[in-house]
Each structure stands twice: as structure tokens, then as C-alpha cells.
């Protein structure tokens, strides 16, 4: 995991500050757009267009290609405005966990039933 | 003058609406969780409450980063649900009370608790899973009140400053001078964290801390700061503080009649608490 920092105390945990919320502001825009299904299928329709439009910078832009999700938190997102993102997609939060920590999902989820003991 | 008959206190997974959608509450995955919610309706079914004040946060439904208040009430006539992109299905509008949104907002601010009125307010799943988990028929028999915490992006109100909130609205509550008996719900929580490599963290060693706490220490949870409730459990986690503000309306002393605790849904560590005043 990642190392803490005097503003980002917890390790592997990006807190959504007033510095993350500057960053990311036009891509959690974006994100927040798909609450509408037209807007999610504009999106699908022409990503790049879509990504233009709400001015998304190269470094939002590229994780959104890559769908990745840390890279998207890197950028700014945030983790409720990333999931209306991934609801384009069809993952659920067990997807979203095994991509941010190189599991596989059924690692992922064994991990959480393990947490269960 | 109303009363506060108790408080539901419990987790609003959004996957709680897909399994309510495809009928799987008897299914072994969504048995544990279910099962908590009979007990609950059979006390909802004793203590007929006209009113549900819901102390939740909203998830980028009504309040985007554009405009991010700490702490608001709905003053609406009507909240209804909308598409929150991922595809669950919408439930029926709720009957507001503006009449009562307003009373406890000019009580609460009058104790120097600035709240954000929202005379138009829609309701994501963190209003209606718990509802829909109280009242699977969804014909809603009460009247409701939505008070929004911010536990989205920090600074967020300390544990300290929603257990205060919890006081002040439990008083503005029990000075309404009609005879209405009012259920105060918290949802969210417990233990989850869905970013980050630190993704999947549950802490059920603090979760029982904390709902033990609910019983018998109510002002436990305020010696934490927000660092300190991320990383004892997780991100959204925090969501906790909802529990910790519907807490505070009751007095010290309580009685439980019903608590359950399941891991996981979903990534979430779940929990279910009902509580009534003792005296």
C-alpha cells in the first residue's frame, strides 16, 4: 500500500478533501451526469466527446480509457461518483475491489467473508 | 406534544435493492440480513409512528460538489427517488410534513445549528432501502423528514458535533406540539471501504465497539476524529456519524429491541439496531 502522508494519514485511503474535490471536480461532474440514462448512453455513443464536454484534463481522460479505478481516484474521483461510472459498465463493487487491489473477485470476496471470523 | 417512540438504526447497502427487486430475502447470501427486519416491523407495527425523521447522506443524487452543505433538512410537501445510475428500481414518492421540516429547522437553528432548508429535495437509496426494509410493501403509512449529513467529502461534522445535533433534534422533535408519535431513523454504515487499495477493509472488533456503544455509552463514538473513524472503519464507514446523530435524540438511558449484524453484503459490514427510551 501506498505510504500515509501528514494529509493523507491512512495508508492505501485517498480522503475526498477540499484538495481532491478542486482536482476531480469535472470528472465527478461527469460521473454525477449519469444519474441521467441519456447522458450514460451519450456517453457510450461518443466517450470522447462526452469526456470534452464536461473538460475533463488528460490525466481524467486517460483513466477513464483505462477504467481504472485507482487512476480515477488519483484524478480526483470520488468513490460515489466513480460507481455511477462503473454502473455503465454492469460492475458491481466486488469488480471495483479486485481491480483496486490485484485481486481476483472471488479473491476479493473471500477476503471480505474472511473479515466475517 | 410528539415523542420519540425509538430509533431504527441500520446499513443502506445499494445491493439491498437489487436482492428486494429479485425477491432473494430467503436466498443464503441475503438470508442473515433479512432475517434482522421481521423483529422491526413487528415494533413499527406496536409503536405506529406518523412520522419518520431519516438522518442519511446523500450519494451525489441531490447534492452534487458543486453545493455541499453539512447539514440540511427537506422542507418538501413530497421526496421522490430517481435513477442513481447503477440500476436499481425507483420506489413511490414519500409524503413530506413542512409544517414539522420547518419547526425543527427554526428550533435547530435557534441552537446555533446552521441548517440548509431544501424546499425541493429527491431522496437516493440511503432514504429508501431502510424504509423499504421497514415497510416492504411500500405503502409508506408516515409522514417523513429527511436531515442530510455531509459524510461525503471532508471536513466533515466531527462525531462530537452530530452527537450535538442529535440532542438538538431530539428536543426540537419533542417541543412539535402535536401528539405525533415520531421514529428517528440513522442509516449507513458500518465498516466499509470501497476506494483505494485499502478497498474491502471491514473492522467488526470496532463495530461492535460501536453498537454496544449505542446502548450503553451513547458519547463514545465522539472521541474519534474523522482520521480516526476512516481508519478504524474505512471511507465509508463514516457514514456511522448517521447512527451517532439518531442516537443523540434519545436519552442516555435505552432500552434494545432489536440488534443484528451480518458480514458482508456487498463490501459492507451490516448492522441493525432498534432502540427505545427507557424511561
Not at chain 1, 82 to 111: N, P, R, V, W
Request: glycine share 8%; charged share 20%; aromatic share 10%.
Amino acid at each position: 500500500m501506498p505510504n500515509a502522508s501528514p494529509r493523507q494519514p491512512v495508508p492505501g485511503t485517498t480522503m475526498f478533501d477540499g484538495e481532491q474535490a478542486r482536482k476531480g471536480y469535472a470528472l465527478n461532474k461527469m460521473c454525477y451526469s449519469f444519474n441521467d440514462a441519456v447522458n450514460r448512453r451519450a456517453f457510450v455513443e461518443n466517450e470522447d466527446a462526452y469526456c470534452a464536454k464536461y473538460g475533463l484534463n488528460p490525466q481524467q481522460r486517460e483513466a477513464i480509457r483505462n477504467r481504472n479505478v485507482l487512476q480515477l481516484i488519483e484524478a480526483g474521483g470520488n468513490a460515489y461518483y466513480l460507481a455511477k461510472f462503473a454502473g455503465i459498465f454492469g460492475l458491481d463493487m466486488q469488480d471495483i475491489g479486485a481491480q483496486q487491489t490485484g485481486m481476483t473477485k472471488d479473491e476479493f470476496k473471500a477476503k471480505l467473508q474472511a473479515a466475517a471470523r | 406534544m410528539a415523542k420519540i417512540v425509538g430509533t431504527i438504526t441500520t446499513s443502506h447497502v445499494p445491493a439491498i435493492g437489487g436482492a428486494i427487486a429479485k425477491g432473494l430475502q430467503q436466498d443464503p447470501y441475503w438470508k442473515p440480513f433479512f432475517d434482522g427486519f421481521p423483529p422491526v416491523r413487528e415494533w413499527l407495527a406496536k409503536v405506529k409512528p406518523d412520522v419518520v425523521v431519516l438522518v442519511y447522506n446523500d450519494h451525489g443524487l441531490n447534492f452534487f460538489l458543486d453545493k455541499m452543505p453539512t447539514f440540511a433538512i427537506g422542507a418538501a410537501p413530497e421526496y421522490h427517488n430517481a435513477d442513481e445510475g447503477w440500476g436499481i428500481p425507483t420506489v413511490k414518492p414519500f409524503r413530506g410534513d413542512p409544517e414539522l421540516s420547518w419547526h425543527l429547522i427554526e428550533k435547530l437553528v435557534a441552537e446555533e445549528f446552521d441548517i440548509v432548508s431544501c424546499q425541493e429535495m429527491v431522496v437516493d437509496h440511503a432514504f429508501t432501502l431502510p424504509m423499504a426494509l421497514c415497510w416492504p410493501d411500500q405503502n409508506w403509512p408516515v409522514r417523513t423528514v429527511p436531515v442530510v449529513v455531509n459524510t461525503v467529502q471532508a471536513p466533515l461534522p466531527s462525531a462530537a458535533r452530530c452527537y450535538k445535533l442529535g440532542k438538538a433534534l431530539g428536543r426540537a422533535i419533542e417541543s412539535w406540539p402535536r401528539d405525533e408519535r415520531v421514529v428517528v431513523m440513522g442509516t449507513g454504515g458500518l465498516s466499509h471501504q470501497l476506494d483505494g487499495e485499502r478497498a474491502g477493509f471491514i473492522n467488526k472488533e470496532f463495530d461492535q465497539k460501536f453498537m454496544d456503544s449505542m446502548i450503553s455509552d451513547p458519547a463514545w463514538a465522539t472521541k474519534y476524529s474523522t482520521v480516526e473513524l476512516v481508519e478504524l472503519s474505512g471511507t465509508q464507514g463514516v457514514e456511522l456519524l448517521n447512527w451517532v446523530v439518531a442516537r443523540g435524540t434519545l436519552p442516555e438511558k435505552v432500552r434494545k429491541q432489536q440488534v443484528n449484524y451480518h458480514i458482508p453484503i456487498s463490501n459492507t459490514a451490516t448492522g441493525l439496531m432498534v432502540l427505545e427510551p427507557a424511561a
